[in-house]
């Protein structure tokens, strides 16, 4: 299949995933304890992909410090947006609710639930959260890589930051349609993101691409720390932390 046929292949699991666990979160209610052993597991594929796919890709084409000095940028980036959306209460309630209700959680939810129910500042999060892992995705399939535990990453981290998204929507008043229109429109929006970058950066410099495929995983590795990890760990579990292990054991055999 040509480059831009596998860009698109993987643009679309990673926009039907989103609009999946939109339909998830309508129909069924997870056991919070469910919920935390797949955050968990897909946070350990997830961890496997950055350090046996991305950063050693980016490490070919940039080499230790493009490497390096992308990892640490990337992250300041992230970090800096996430700043960004939690910039007052309401909206860092909106934001972490989302996080909360995908790993099995309470939602730290307001009184006032307007903001929940209008869900712009949680479709900016996963927007937010969502971008480093598209590109990352597009960058190795720009570089030939099959990137296979990154994708399996992407596809369960998707799923369960839609379903956790689009609960405070719901408890805000909003109506399923809504919710999963919202959702499915963003996995549109990424879907795009993915096939942009595995395809513009096709024709650039493997230095570039290196130094770019470093940005995107020092993003994905605080897209961990911020969103998944603070909750899926919230409590000391050992099932979750095997799940994690799983997880990571899954993403070891696939890259």
């Known amino acids: 299949m040509s480059q831009p046929g596998v860009a698109g292949l993987v643009g679309l699991l990673v926009g039907v995933s989103l609009a999946a666990g939109a339909l998830l979160a309508a129909g069924v209610q997870l056991s919070p304890r469910l919920a935390a052993l797949v955050t968990a597991f897909g946070g350990g594929i997830l961890l496997a992909a950055v350090g046996l796919e991305l950063v050693p890709a980016a490490d070919e084409g940039a080499g230790p410090g493009g490497t390096a000095l992308g990892l640490l940028g990337g992250a300041a980036l992230y970090v800096g947006a996430d700043a960004w959306l939690t910039r007052d209460r309401h ?14 959680q309470p939602m730290p939810m307001e009184s006032d639930n307007s903001e929940v129910a209008r869900g712009e500042t949680i479709a900016a999060g996963i927007v937010v959260d969502g971008i480093p892992e598209s590109l990352a995705l597009g960058f190795m399939v720009a570089a030939g890589e099959p990137g296979l535990a990154l994708l399996a990453a992407v596809v369960v981290g998707n799923l369960t930051e839609a379903y956790g998204a689009a609960q405070p929507i719901l408890v ?84």
């Open 91 to 104: 909206a860092a309630t909106m934001r972490r609710s989302g996080h909360a209700a995908a790993a099995g």
């Open 172 to 255: 805000g008043g909003r109506s399923k349609r809504f919710a999963i229109g919202l959702l499915t429109g963003i996995g549109v929006l990424l879907a795009v993101t993915t096939v942009l970058g595995g395809t513009v950066a096709g024709g650039l410099d493997p230095a570039v691409v290196g130094v770019a495929q470093a940005v995107a995983a020092g993003a994905v590795l605080a897209v961990l720390s911020i969103s998944i990890i603070p909750y899926a760990f919230e409590q000391v579990s050992s099932a979750v932390a095997l799940a994690a292990a799983l997880g990571f054991t899954a993403g070891y055999l696939l890259s």
